[in-house]
């Protein structure tokens, strides 16, 4: 990290930061933009959905231990 190729040398940087001229260009993200917030719109929906899945699966087991002492 921190090198660039240029012309067959590599130049090391000081830094590994990034510098966008506007936040357009933060969103775009030299292209991959799609890629990158579409991935990160996918895992933060599957995140999401696991969580609530979960719960669910909690509260169905909790109210099938109810039942079963109730039965008692």
């Known amino acids: 990290m921190g090198q660039v190729a ?3 040398h590599t130049l090391i940087r000081k830094d590994n930061t990034m510098h966008w001229k506007s936040f ?3 969103l775009h993200m030299g292209g991959y933009g799609l890629y990158v917030w579409g991935s990160y719109g996918v895992t933060l929906l599957m995140m999401s959905v696991e969580a609530l899945m979960g719960r669910q699966r909690f ?4 109210q ?3 039942n ?3 039965g008692k």
């Open 6 to 8: 240029r012309g067959g």
């Open 24 to 26: 357009g260009d933060f």
């Open 59 to 62: 509260w169905a087991a909790r």
């Open 64 to 66: 099938a231990i109810n």
């Open 68 to 70: 079963l002492e109730q």
